[in-house]
RNA sequence: GGGGGGAUACCAGAGCGGUCAAAUGGGGCAGACUGUAAAUCUGUUGGCGAAGCCUUCGGAGGUUCGAAUCCUCCUCCCCCCA
């Protein structure tokens, strides 16, 4: 029943995304799941750049989902979504519509799309950590070793916890994902200069205070969300917060905001670049195109 | 009109005769990323290169073995007194 692979539309922010993967969606009868880890709360509208009327399409609602899931000041995680997007993907698929992945978040798409943030309730194997009294440190070492690579020495500081990450590795390699399969993908990343994207950031910048940003930060506060969790939650909200709370100018708050969002859209491009660089297929689609030849491209490729 | 201060690399800003291709911060560029990822962190930043060489500190001259640093003139900026 799976093999209607996930299509995945990525990219920076300001490329166009929501644009495009909500007219594919017209096209092959699609529904969209927002891979945007900001997106998830509701009431934080333009500054996540949610732009819910997008989603309708000559008078069609395309469905979305992971949207508008949990409230302000709650902080919400990889792990989470991970299990949301098999939610709403199996959904999805079982009433055999074609998911759609669009988003900017590098760690949430890898998490769904790879076995690499795989993170289960373990549950505790009497009968390995008796076996594992036997062996030495540097023997235990090797063997998680044999398992994975370590990313850092987390695992290895103390006998207790290398006991732990063994035992957890055994399980994975004994049981199967909680979720059936590996999800199939297609992954068609928004290539785009950097110089224009940040054009196009800047632009956006400016539309979104007027269209009230800051009225929506000063509700955010005067709903109860507090000063930490903005921050928290970064760039516009970080920026305009500390602007009300008097810790920097208008004209100082609105540069620094621009210069973050352009590095944070670094950021983004630089981690699609190690996915691919690391393996992942990707499709570029150059954001200069018409919205017909960017469909083209990704209509031939998964007809191919 | 008189007096004073200043012009340094993309920006801000140290340096005030050699150890200066020039501190530091910002930005830029590149990278990392396993329960906060819109976060956090690292490297790099005149040109060509292996050593090394070449062109830089507003402009033009000068002093000196040697100048971003001292002198003269010029251009521009800021402040104060008229």
Request: aromatic share 8%; glycine share 4%; charged share 20%.
């Given at each position: 029943?799976?093999?209607?692979?996930?299509?995945?539309?990525?990219?920076?922010?300001?490329?166009?995304?929501?644009?495009?993967?909500?007219?594919?969606?017209n096209e092959i009868n699609g529904e969209i799941i927002s891979a945007d880890s900001r997106q998830v709360y509701r009431k934080m509208n333009i500054g996540t750049g949610k732009d819910l009327d997008e989603y309708s399409i000559t008078g069609k609602?395309?469905?979305?989902?992971?949207?508008?899931?949990?409230d302000p000041g709650y902080h919400y995680n990889v792990y989470e979504y991970?299990?949301?997007?098999?939610?709403?993907?199996?959904d999805i698929v079982g009433r055999n519509k074609i998911p759609i992945l669009c988003g900017g978040s590098g760690m949430y798409i890898e998490s769904v799309i790879s076995n690499k943030y795989r993170l289960d309730e373990v549950p505790v194997n009497d009968e390995f950590r008796k076996d594992a009294e036997k062996y030495s440190m540097d023997e235990l070492i090797a063997k998680l070793k044999s398992y994975k690579s370590l990313h850092n020495n987390t695992?290895?500081?103390?006998?207790?916890?290398?006991?732990?990450?063994?035992?957890?590795?055994l399980y994975y390699d004994q049981n199967p994902l909680w979720y059936n399969e590996q999800v199939k993908y297609n992954l068609f990343y928004l290539s785009i200069e950097r110089s224009v994207l940040r054009e196009r950031i800047a632009s956006r910048l400016t539309q979104r205070l007027e269209n009230g940003m800051i009225e929506e930060v000063k509700l955010l506060l005067d709903s109860g969300v507090s000063m930490d969790d903005l921050l928290y939650y970064g760039l516009e909200?970080?920026?305009?917060?500390q602007y009300?709370?008097?810790?920097?100018?208008?004209?100082?708050?609105?540069?620094?905001?621009?210069?973050?969002?352009?590095?944070?859209?670094?950021?983004?491009q630089t981690w699609f670049n190690r996915m691919r660089r690391n393996g992942?297929?990707?499709t570029d689609i150059d954001t200069s195109l018409s919205d017909s030849q960017k469909l083209q491209i990704i209509l031939s490729t998964i007809n191919s």
């Open positions: 029943m799976c093999n209607i692979p996930l299509l995945c539309i990525v990219g920076p922010t300001a490329c166009g995304k929501t644009h495009l993967a909500v007219r594919l969606a609602q395309i469905p979305y989902h992971l949207i508008d899931i949990v991970q299990h949301d997007f098999q939610l709403a993907y199996q695992d290895i500081l103390d006998r207790e916890r290398l006991v732990r990450a063994l035992e957890i590795a909200y970080r920026f305009i917060s009300l709370a008097d810790m920097m100018d208008y004209e100082k708050m609105t540069s620094k905001l621009l210069m973050a969002i352009g590095q944070f859209a670094k950021r983004q992942f297929q990707m």
